[in-house]
C-alpha cells in the first residue's frame, strides 16, 4: 500500500509516509522536553510513525502560551533523548517551532504577547504589543537559534508553524496583519524571512517542513484557498514539504475538531494546493484523517503525498506496524472526542486517549507486548475469570485478561455488547463512539472470550464462581425527581432511553449493516416540543438537542450555566456547539432551575432573581448525572467504570484495563 512506501526528504528517507505531527502534550515538568516526552515519541516510532515531529517548542521567550509549553532553548537534551529513541526504529525525528503571536497567553510570563497588529485575543480579549521592527527580528533571530539547536541535537530536520497559534500565520493573513510598513504592504515577507532564517540555522541538509493553513475560513480579510495556492507556491522553494492545515484566530477549533466534522475534511483543500505546487514538494494531508483505509485511498486518489495520522496514532500507536503485519482490522480506532488528546488549557492534563488510557503514560504503564505476538503473553489467572458486563469497561477487562492468556467468560444481560457507548453513539456528531465498542468485541473473539449475551447474573452467581470476578454493569438513571416535582402524567425521559429510541448504531468499518430511522425515531418528528434539562453542561445534553431537532422536534434546551454546553470548552467544541445548536432553531434557557415538570409545560426559575416562567413543552429529557450500580455484589469481585461511578469513557476503559491488572497480578481493586 502507498501509506507504507518510503518518502523521500532533502536526501533522507521516510521509512512510510505516515507522520505523527506535533500536538500540545503536557508531559514536560517546565519548558523543557524529559523523560515523558522520549516515551511517549518512542512509543510511536516503534509502532510504526515513519516521521514524528516532536511538539512544538517556542522560539523566543515571548512567547509562553501554556504553563508546560517547550522553550527551544531549553530543548536540546530532551531532543537529543528523543532522536536517539526514536532512531532506532527508523523514524525520521522533527522539532517543531513556532511562535503563539497574539493567541497566546500573558498568564506565565507576566508581560505583553506580541503579534503584528493590535488584534485582540479572541478568548482572552487581551490587546497584544504591536512588534516593532527590533521585536521582528529577536523573533527571527530565534527561529534561526532554534532550528540550529535542534539538528545539533540529532534531529533530522524542523518544521515551521503557520498554521494555527501561529505568529507566522498572522503576518500572513490580513484578520491579523493590519500594518502600514513594509511587513504589512508584503505580508509573506516576514515568513520568507523566518524560512531563510532556519535554513541557515539548520543547515542545507536538515529537512525543512511547513505547516500552513490555507483556509482561515474567515474569507472577508483571511487567507483563502484560492491565496494559500499562491502563497504555498510562493514559499515551496524554501522547504522540503508542506503540511495543508485550515483555521485561523477566530475558528481554533477548525484545526482539530471533533467527531461533529468528517473525517478527511481538509482533502479536497489538500488537493487543491497540491495541484498548484505540481510536485515542487511532497504534501501531507491533515484533518481528522483517522482511517487507514481512508489515508490509503487520498493518496491513491492524488490528494496528498502523506498522511499525518496524529489522533489515530494517539488511540493507536501500533497503527502502522499493524498496517504492515497485514492487520488492519486490530487497529484500535480514534472515535474523533478530543476529550483527552486537546490539552491546552489551565489544568495542565497529560495527554492521553479515551480508547487508549496508556497513551501518555507510556513512561509508567506496563509495555504492550509486540504487535507480531500472535500468542497472548504475560502470566495468566490459574482460575477462569468472570466479567459481568459487556460494555466498553468489561470489554477492556475481558480483553485484557484474555491478552494475559487468562480463560475469560463475559456475560452481558442485554443481548448486544457494547452498553453506553452504542447508546451515545446514536446521538448527533458521536457516531464514532459505535466503533470502539466494535472493535473491543472482535478483539475478544479473537483472543477466545466467550461471549454470553442475554443472561442476567445475580450477586449469588459472583458468590458461586469459582475464579476471580470483575463486575462492569454500567450505571443507572437517577431519580429523576430529586430536583423538581413532575405532575402526574406528565412526561419525562432520561438522555439514556430517548437516544436508545432515536435510531439505530451506525454502521461500522467492514459492516454491511445500514443506519437507518427506526420507527421510533419517525414517530418523534410528530411529537410536540420538548424541553432537554442539562444540569452538567457536558456533551450529553447538547447531543440530545441536535439529535432531536434533527428529527423534527421542536427543542429548548435549559442549564443552570451562563452558557450551554459550559464543559465543552475542554474538548474544543463550546463554540462550535452553540453555533450547531442556534443553526437548529433550538431555543436557549440560560442561568435557569427546572422546578416543575407539568403536563403540556415546565416551569424554569432564574438562579439570580428567583423568577419563575412557564414554557409550553410536551415532553422533558433529563441529561443529568447518573449513579453507580446499588447492586450488593460481594466484597470478593473487582468493580470497575461506571458502576463505581458514572464517568466518561476514558475511566470506563482505563478501570476496565487495570481490573484485568489487578487479576493477573493477583491483587485486589476495591
Known sequence: MR???PLALRGRTAPNRLMFGPHETNLGWDRSLGERHVAYYERRARGGAGIVVVEEASVHASDWPYERAPLAESCAPGWAAVARSCRTHGALVLAALGHSGGQGSSAYSQSAMWAPSGVPEVNTREVPKVMETDDIEAVVAGFRAAAAAAVDAGLDGVEVNAGQ???????????????????????????????????????????????????????????????????????????????VVRGAIFSVASTRPDGHDPAGFNLELTRQIRDALAGAVPVFAQGSIVDADQAEWALGEGMADAVEMTRAQIADPDLGAKLAAGAPERIRPCVLCNQRCKVRDNRNPLVSCVVEPSAGYEWSDPPSPPVADAAPAGPAPAEAVLVVGGGVSGLEAARSLASAGAEVTLRERSPRLGGAALVAAKGAGRARLWSIAAWLEAECRRLGVRLETGVAVTPDDVAAWP?????????????????????????????????????????????????????????????????????????????VAESLAAAGRTVHLATPDFIVGTMLSMSGDLAPANTRLHQAGVTLHKRVLLREVRVGSVVVEDRFSAERREVDVDQVVDAGHRLGDATAWPDSALSAGDVVAPRSLYEAVLEGRRAAQAVVAGGGMR
Open 467 to 543: 475464579g476471580p470476578v470483575i463486575v462492569a454493569t454500567g450505571g443507572v438513571d437517577r431519580d429523576v425527581r430529586a430536583d423538581y416535582t413532575v405532575a402526574g402524567g406528565a412526561s419525562v425521559s432520561s438522555a439514556a432511553d430517548v437516544l436508545s429510541r432515536l435510531d439505530a448504531p451506525p454502521p461500522g468499518p467492514g459492516d454491511d449493516r445500514v443506519a437507518t430511522t427506526t420507527p421510533g425515531a419517525r414517530r418523534a418528528a410528530n411529537q410536540g416540543p420538548v424541553l432537554v434539562w442539562d444540569p452538567i453542561g457536558g456533551p450529553v445534553g447538547v447531543s
Open 3 to 5: 501509506l507504507l512506501e
Open 165 to 243: 497559534h501561529s505568529l507566522v500565520r498572522q503576518f500572513l493573513s490580513g484578520l491579523t496583519n493590519q500594518r502600514a510598513d513594509g511587513y504589512g504592504s508584503d505580508r509573506s515577507r516576514f515568513a520568507r524571512e523566518v524560512l531563510a532564517a532556519v535554513r541557515d540555522g539548520a543547515g542545507p541538509d536538515a529537512v525543512l517542513g511547513l505547516r500552513l493553513s490555507c483556509d482561515e475560513l474567515a474569507p472577508w480579510a483571511g487567507i483563502t484557498p484560492e491565496a494559500a495556492a499562491g502563497l504555498a507556491t510562493e514559499l515551496a522553494s524554501l522547504v522540503d514539504y508542506l503540511v
